[in-house]
């Protein structure tokens, strides 16, 4: 069980981490957009779109702890808090001002989603689900246009179990892939457009 009151060390390794493979993998830079101030973020109510899985964006309600993570004397975590248990976290994990990361603690404060942009353009490009610690599905938005068109679904030991692609980008997949012992096996098509596969091909 994830508690709260000491991940922020090992929060951030992990963290900086992914977004270091993801973005030498991706080659996306950062613009100039991505500058704004931390109090501009904020105010701002989350990425574009409204991203926010477990419920809004909401901070009127809340109680809002600031974290200085890098200790350069500017807030770059903020915790909400109702009466009852934290409901969020905010991060500026690239510490440029604005919030990047956005996490969901159940009431136990295990962290149950994050929400994570990529490439510093306030819109949100990968969705992480977790039961118990481990990564159960995970939502790619591949091009960072906030329009999710890869979806990876993973055992309860954290291994891949199948690969979901909407390549034609109607919002339904049309391209499956399957895994056993983290190795793809087969590849199923949908040609009908109902969102299951039709067509199989077996890899072995």
Known sequence: MKNFRDIDGRFL???LSLFASVMLVMMVGC?????????SALKSGGPEGGRARL????????????????????DDQWTYKDDTAVKRFERDMNFDGRVDMWQYPDAQGDIVEEEMDLDLDNKVDLVVFYEGGVVTRKELSTDFSGQFTVIKYFDKKGGLLRVERDENRDGTPDVFEYYENNARVRIGWDEDGDGSPDKFDNLN
């Open 31 to 39: 613009g100039d957009s991505a500058e704004q101030d931390a109090e």
């Open 55 to 74: 419920g809004n964006l909401v901070k009127d309600d809340y109680t809002v702890t600031k974290v200085d993570l890098n200790g350069d004397g500017k």
């Open 13 to 15: 390794r992990r963290f």
